[in-house]
Each structure stands twice: as C-alpha cells, then as structure tokens.
C-alpha cells in the first residue's frame, strides 16, 4: 500500500505538472495576444497576429477571421486567414455572410463545432472540402451585443475538439471581439480627423477665392486622399431650372494636379435622376452606367453619388461624384460630401454674389464712361457743327466764285488753276459733310425693318477684294446666327460694318483672321454685330479716343472720322458700342442694335401691307423731281443772308443766269422788301440772327403762299421733309454753292410757281 500510495502521488504530481506547463503556455499565448491586441492600433497587424498565435495554441491547421463591413452587413470588409492557400482566402473573400461555417455562426450567434465537415448538413462544402479542411470551429466575435464578424479554425484531419480547447479558442474570440471594435473606433476617428482636416483645408481654401473654377479645383485636390473618384462633375444652376453650366475633374495621375475641364451647358430632362436630386437634401447613390445626363458626363463604369448643391434653401447646382469599377461608396462617404455640399453651397453663394457685385460695377462704370463719352462727343458736335457752318460759307464764296470765273474766262491757265481751287473747295465740302453726319442727332433717311445676315454678307463680299489684295495673308471667318431684324437704314448700317471691316484690316499688315459675326443676346435684348481682328490692338489710351473726331492712327491716310459717324450712326438707330482690345492680341467692336418689338410684329406685320409704319419709324416722302432741262426764263429773286461774302456770290451766280437779284442782309430787311416789291422766288438763309430763316419762310408763305421758298443752309441732311413743309420751305439750296445746281433750282422753283398759280 505505502509503494502504490507513492507511485500514485507521483503519477498525480506529473499529471499536476503538466497541467500546469499547459495552463502557463495557454497565459502566454494569452498574454502575448493582449499584448498584441493592446500595442497595435492597425486592425491588419491585430489579425495577422492573433491568426498566428491561435494557430500555436490550439495545434490547428488554419485559422482566420472575417469581419463584416459598417456600411454593408451583406458583405466581408477585411478577410485574414493563416494556414491555408490564396485560393481559399479569395474564396473567403468572395463569399457573402449567409454561407458554409462563418454563415452558420453568423446566423444563429453561437458557437458552431464542426467534427466533420462533409457530413454535415448544415452547411454548404465548396471551398473548404476543395481546400482539404475535415474539421472546424465557427465562432461569432461579439462585443457589447454587437457582432462584428466570425473567427474560424481548421483541420485537415478529423478532430474531437474538447472543452478547453473550445473556452482557449473563447477566450481568444473574446479578446479578438475587443480588438475588432477598438482598431475600428481608432480607424473611424483617424479617418474622421483626416476628413475633418480635409474639409477645413477645403474651407480655407474656398474662402480665399471667388471664382468658380478655383473652387472646384480646390475641391478635387482635397478629393484625392479621401475618395477615389474617377471624375467629379460640378453643375451649376443657370437662370433656366433645366439649364446647367458644367465642369469636370479627372483624376490626375500621381504627383500631377487634377485639371478643371469647362464643358457645354446642360439640358437635364424633368425625370432625370440629376433634376431629381437637385431639389433634395441628401446625398443619392447612382447605380453604374448613365448618370441621367446623356452623353455629357460619360458613362460612369462604376457607382455615382450626387449631392444638391444649396443655399438658403434655395438650390444652386449638383456635385456629381463617379467612382471606378468595383468601387463602391460608403455611409461616411456620402456624409462627407453632404458636408463639402454645404461648403461648397456657400462658397458658390459668395461667389455668385461677388460676380454680380463686380458685373453691377462693371456695368456702371460702362454707363459712367458711356454718358461721359457721350457728353464729350455730343460737345464735340456741336462744336462741329458751328464750325462747318462758318466753313460751308467760306467754301460757297470760294467754289462759287472759281465756278463764275470758270464760264467768264477762256485762259487755259487760268481754268486750270481755277479746277485745282474747284476740286480743293469739293474736297473741303465733302469733309464738311462728314463732320455734320458726326453732329447731327437724327437720320435724314426712312428706317425699315432690317435683316442682318444678309446685309453682312454684302458688305463681307464687297471688302473681299480688299482684304485678298492685302500683302499679307488674312483668314475671313464668318459665323451668322439667327438674330431678329432690326429697325434701321441699311445704306447707314452697311457704312459703319464696312467702316468696321477695313480698319480690321488696317490692324493687321502683316496678315491675320477677320471674325465677322452675328448674334442675340437675350440678356440685354439686343441683336449685334462683331468684328474681330487678330491685328496690332489698342492701349486703353488709344481705345478711349477711338470715336473723337479727327483722331486717327493712321497718320495721312486718315481723315479720323470713320468711327466718329459711326459712333452717331449707331446712336441713331438706339444701339451702343463694345470695344474690348489688347496690345499685340487684336480687337473686337460688337455693335449692339435694339430688334424691332415682338408686339409691333404681332400686331402689324411687316410686309403685309403697302404703306405700314411702325410708331417710330421716320418718314421721309421724297418730292417729285422736277426736270433738270433749263427753262430760260427770268425771273425777280430776292436773296437774304447775314453774311456778305455768300449773299453776293449767290446774287452774282443768279444775276450770271439772267436773273434780276434783290438782296438783303436780315430777315426783317428781306420781309420788308417782299412786302413792298414783287418776286417770283426767295431764297433765305436758315441761321440769322433776329428772325431765322424759318420765320422769313412762314412770313413769306402767310403773305403770299404761292411763291416758293428756298432755304440756304448747310445743314440740308439733317432736315427731314415734314419740318420743311411745316415751315413752308419748298426748296434746299447747299453750301458751298454748285454753279450749275442754283441755276437748276431757280427752274425748279419758277416750274413750281407755275403748277401752283
């Protein structure tokens, strides 16, 4: 008894012993995985380690864990196994939470010991059979009620697993469940911190740039880290609900920019998914394929999250997000960009008001330059206009006396010095006339309804051969769009495009383009013309006095009042002027012209009917001619004009015609003559002083209507028909005087007092 006593001590104390090696071992394993779990922060190296060391503890084959993802339950987000081939970790991977072992433990949230795999009906025997498993332990990773994934061992041979081997493999489980959860809480807060600092860099970044394309720009930047888009698209809103101006972002290769990429504008259908977001206030995900833009966007390979873009409550546009193939959006990805929505909400909003503010400053300083300029030329006109007229009576007296000397005298020398004289005084009247068309306020020629395409293709055609005949080379592009008529004189409107046209052409000696467009700017409702030249340019100080007269850049061969009368044509007709040009880049001058008013053409038609007028149309009735033939009778004239030089050279031109020639210095003088005496026909000066010429005109007609009035003036353009006849004017007589046209208006005016007597 003592003996068996004794063996029976020792065979305890050994079983004792090795108890107690196992029990350290398992603490060991134990401590070295809290150790393992507690020193690392990444959920990876916590996998790796734990898979390792379970496998050392319970003398297993393979070992792995699978853990479920946040966003999608349906689905493994990190799969890490020990011990067995790629090809069954892919498979792993590929499976969803319902299947074979893990789906069992998911489903029933126990334990699930597995002593032979193939004959268990439970589960399905695909990847594990294939990779030569028998048996298994399944077991769910809970912390705290929440399950965050399955944790798995395998043999390759058959394995009755025994009660310690399964609370090691818990207690492992257990520890694993509160690493899972912590590694994830320090992911989501390292990820959350890296977001949170990639929206403040977004939100400084933002806040120091007002423009559109900056911002957006910034925003694809910060993008990179934090998404892996394919393509970003930002639309915003147009005045039309429908209507989107649109801009892309591709992802850049590594170590380059991404490049903000301005595209058409965008009609959206109403059942687009991008129009239906667009009134939201979340995030909506897009499946792969058309994003609900045509082909405007591209097909996206992959999903697609757009966000509404909206300040106020009041939407702006949409930030459209397109991933890669196989890439997918999380929860916190749509928070994410709900967030950058807001900012880039406000961001927009800033934006949008700043451009107003700059458009408004804009615009008032056109209007401010517009009123001086006006006001300047305006001066300048009349300035002008007392000019040519003190001018147009210097060259009466001097081209009617050369025309007088002319029939008197038969030297040759003399005629041929006298023709130089004629042809200077010709000159100087025909510049004078281009000084009145700069000065006068009104057009002197019926306006009618205009179509612009066709009068800038005439006028494109006849300055054809100038522009080929140019030494250097230049390019015509001519783009017409539909645009509405406009009320106008074409003769007056083909002057100022062809005024336009070759002094595009003078901009550019060494060859160039020349852009001739049309167009309607709904905006401001107008229809303009454009001329564009890649030539020479303008500094800001030449652009300013483009429209002064007498200001050229041409030296001689400029008289410097082309863009003067056209300034005053195109005031006429109630457009404007824009000049935008740069030094060495060229210019474009669109004129802008008001289209006639719907309600006019919806009322009256053009066209319809023979004698229509629109309210502000100007008529002008053009008089019968009278026959040019000379009559060859005589008749008793009496001339009035304040100044002596033109008051006798016009009674010598008379008296020259065998007419008898009473004159008089004032308009009173000259009503008291006719008043006392009888004259077949008066010629009266316009501007006097003390009685004008139309109060001599209204006096003479009162007393006795059947004699004709002639008015002398230099001003004959800038009269229309109506204000003649009110006055009681039937004739115009124009400085300077022409030899052989006074004669002939004499005739007119005899054959007019005959028809009326």
Known sequence: PAVLGILQDITARKAYEKALLRKNHELSVLNAVAEAITQVNDLGSVLDGVMERLIELLGVDAAGVSILDDDDPQRFAWVHYRGCSETFIQNMRARIPTEGVLGLALATRELQVIDEIELDDRISKGAAVQEGFRSAVALPVINQERCSGVITIFTRTPRTFTVDDIRLFQAVAHQLAVAVDNARLYGKAQEGVRRLEALSEITRAIGSTLDVEGVFQIAGERLVPLVSYQRIAMLIARQDEWDFSVRLIDRAPPGEAPRVQLMKPLHLAPDSPLQEALHGHRAVPLPPGDVGAGEALGASPGPAAVVPIQADHTPMGLFLVMLPEGARFRKRDLVMLEDLATHLAISLKNARIFEDLEAAYLELRDAKDRLVRSEKLQSLGEMAAGVAHDFNNVLSAILGRAQMLKVILQ?????????????????????VRRIQEFAKAKSDRAFIPVALNPLVREVVERCATRADGAQAPVEREVELQDVPRVMGNPSELREVLTNLIFNALDAMPHGGRLAV????????????????????GMTPEVENKIFDPFFSTKGEQGTGLGMSVSYGIV?????????????????????????IPTSLLEARPLGTAPGVELPWMLEVKTPAPFPAARLGKSARILVIDDDVAVREVLADILRAGAHEVVAAGTGSEGIALFEAGSFDVVFTDLGMPGMSGWEVARGIKTMRPGTPVGLITGWGASLDEAELANHGVDLIIPKPFRFDRVLELVDEAIRLKERLS
């Open 411 to 431: 030297d040759d020398e003399v005629l041929k010095s006298l023709r130089v004289i004629e042809k200077a005084a010709l000159d100087g009247a025909g510049t």
């Open 571 to 595: 005031q006429r007709h109630k457009g404007e002027f824009v000049v935008r040009s740069a030094r060495g880049k060229g210019t474009t001058i669109r004129v802008l012209l008001p289209p």
């Open 517 to 536: 467009r049309t167009g309607y700017d709904p905006m401001k409702d107008r229809a303009w013309v454009e001329v564009e030249d890649t030539g020479i």
